[in-house]
Structures are given as C-alpha cells and as structure tokens.
C-alpha cells in the first residue's frame, strides 16, 4: 500500500508526448480512451482531476508530413498550432464518451508569474472543477518566445499542481518509474520505489540538471516533483500503459515511484505567503471583520476594510491589520487598491455600481489568506 496518495482528492495528471501520440504516430486515440475512462471513474468518486497533456508539435507534424521534427522556432509553433486541434478534438470525444465535460486551457509560464493572471487561471480552473468539467492543460506552445524544449510539461503540471492546490501530481510516462542509472545502459540499476523530494542524490541519479540524458528526461520529473513538494503535493511517476494505473494508484497500490512531500499541506501554503512574495500595500480592518478572520475562518469582506494603504493591483499580496495597526493576515487581494477604496465598508450588492461590474464578493478568500501568529 503507498501512502503517496492516500486521502488525495485532487489531483494533476501529466502524460507525456510519447505516450499521447504512440512514439510519435499521431494521436492514440485508444491510450486516450483508456484514460478517459480512468479518469471518469475516479471523478465519479468525489475526485477532482486535471489533465495536463504533450503531444500538440508530435501530432501537428504527422498532420504536416514532417518526418523530422524541426528545429526553427516558427516551425515547431505552427506544428503546435495545427496539433492543438487534434489533442483538443481526441479528449473532448472520449470524455465526451464518458459522460464528462472537457475544456481546453492554454497556459504559458508568464501566466502564472502575473499574479492578476495566475488568480484568473486559479478562478478558471476551480470554477471548471465545480461544474465537473475535465480541463485538459498544455503549454501554449503557438505564443512561447523562449526555445520549446521537451519535459516542459513536466514543470507545467508541478505548477498547476501548486496552482490549485492540488493534493498529488501524477506524472504518466515511457518508463517504469526512475532508476539509480539508466536501466537501458546499466544492468545494475536499481528501481527506486520511494523517496523524499528534492533529495539531491535524485538528480544526481538522473544525471543532473544540466545533463544531456536529462534532456526531456527523468531530470525534468524529478525537478518538478521537488516543485511540487513545495505546496506540499506528492508525486508519482509511473508507466502510462500500465492496466488501470490511475484507479490503481489511488486505490493506494503501490505503482512506479513516489516521491514524497515533507513539507505539509498548509505549512507550505504560510510559508510561500509568507516569506516568498513582496507585499505592495494593506488593509485595516475592524474588530467584526477580524473576529470573523482570526475565529472563524473566513474570509475578508469590503464591507469590513476601513482603510487601503499603498498602491497594489489585483493579484498583489497585501497585509490585514486591525485597527491598532498590527498585522494579523496576509493575503492576495482579488481587487486593486483603487477598488478596495471605492468598496470599502460596502456590501457586496453594491459592488456593480461602485465598480460597473461584480466580481467576487470577497476582497481576499480565505483560500488565498493565511494568519500570522
């Protein structure tokens, strides 16, 4: 039994660009299917599951005719914008299929750099899993200006994992899980059934960061594991054509590599908070509204805010302190100061003629707030 995801109930799928198109033949309309269907059975269980699947330039070169893949920047975008359609029409039928909803996100690394977009995409996707819709995620490899390199999507998946707060991360390959060496050169390898996180010897084992068998390789699934461990989400790297792999992993069988998180859950989320984004402003509330934040749990309402300090945007973290100036909170804002000033001490019902239009009733949810002290 695996204790890597066990009690997980939302998880992020990351299947890689050999598995979705057969080595490259074009998009695996079967391997598709058949994850579909796993992926139908777990979400009629309670879960709430994200795809984040390669394979656009790999199908939008079959589409093309092109036997090699190329190497000009404006070439391996146009086989991804071609691609994109196909990746996109496979999942949408088979889920369909199943009875699920599909939608297809396109995100690149700068979307969540931007605070304002990451809380967008977060919104997004959150809003797609109440409504027991299927987001199938890629790289949105027609607008990238940076060299698309293969295992991208292996530190997609670490950061929509993180995105969503999502309990475990399990990335599909050609491979069994990892090995102490390459098991293709030494015989001598050793399967690796468990480990923490970010230990070291884990990248020295897959060759290191900068190595060419890391390339598109184990490396890339190591690093994002340790990217994930961050928020406190545990990774299982395994075969993608294993029976059942993904009911199996979480009926909590033990199945190729589990690399475990050692920070927990809601420490990781103080800890990112806190000591790793730079505040642009604050809030000062009254004692209703900290009452409500420090006994309850709840959330920051406008309508409790009596004073905005500095000059931040939507998307920024900014302070709560109450009325005696001391901090009791942090939090990202989900309006800008200029906002929160015409909506301060105001009930939500009014936010549309303050603002001209209504967007969430919160100022900060307590998803993205956490207390000090």
Not at 76 to 89: E, N, R, S, Y
Not at 96 to 119: C, F, I, K, N, P
Not at 139 to 145: A, Y
Not at 240 to 268: Q, S
Request: aromatic share 4%; charged share 25%; hydrophobic share 45%.
């Amino acid at each position: 039994m695996s204790r890597a995801l066990a009690g997980a109930r939302r998880i992020v799928v990351k299947v890689g660009s050999s598995l979705v198109t057969n080595e490259g033949r074009g998009v695996d309309a079967d391997a598709i299917g058949n994850w579909c269907r796993q992926l139908a059975a777990l979400a009629s269980d309670g879960r709430e599951l994200v795809m984040v699947s390669s394979g656009a330039i790999a199908e939008g070169m079959k589409r093309l005719g092109w036997a090699v893949r190329p190497k000009e920047l404006h070439e391996l975008q146009a086989a991804a914008a071609v691609g994109q359609m196909g990746l996109a029409q496979m999942y949408e039928s088979k889920l369909r299929e199943q009875g699920m909803g599909s939608a297809q996100v396109l995100l690149t690394h700068a979307d969540l750099a931007d605070r304002e977009r990451y809380l967008n995409a977060r919104s997004t996707l959150l809003t797609l899993l109440q409504h027991r819709v299927l987001p199938v995620i890629n790289e949105n490899d027609t607008v990238v200006n940076d060299e698309i390199k293969f295992g991208d999507n292996d530190t997609l998946g670490a950061l929509v994992a993180n995105l969503i707060e999502a309990d475990a991360l399990i990335i599909l390959t050609d491979q069994k899980g990892l090995y102490s060496a390459d098991p293709r050169r030494d015989p001598q390898a050793r399967f690796i059934a468990e480990a923490v996180a970010g230990t070291p010897e884990l990248e020295q084992m897959a060759g290191g960061a900068g190595s060419s068998l890391g390339r598109g390789g184990m490396i890339t699934k190591i690093l994002a594991a340790k990217r994930a461990a961050g928020s406190g989400a545990n990774t299982v790297i395994a075969w993608g054509r294993e029976p059942d792999v993904l009911i199996r992993l979480l009926a909590g069988e033990a199945i190729g590599t589990a690399l475990l998180a050692t920070t927990p859950k809601l420490a990781a989320r103080k800890q990112w908070m806190v000591d790793h984004l730079q505040m642009r402003g604050a809030v000062n509330i009254d004692a209703g509204a900290a009452a409500k934040l420090q006994g309850e749990g709840k959330s920051l309402l406008p309508i409790g805010v009596h004073e905005v300090q500095g000059d931040f945007q939507r998307g920024d973290v900014i302070a709560v302190r109450d009325h005696a100036g001391r901090e009791l909170a942090r939090g990202l804002t989900n309006y800008s100061s200029a906002e929160a000033r015409l909506i301060m001490r105001k009930p939500s019902s009014e936010f549309e003629r303050l603002l001209g239009y209504t967007a969430e009733p919160e100022l900060i949810h307590r998803d993205n707030l956490v207390l000090l002290g």
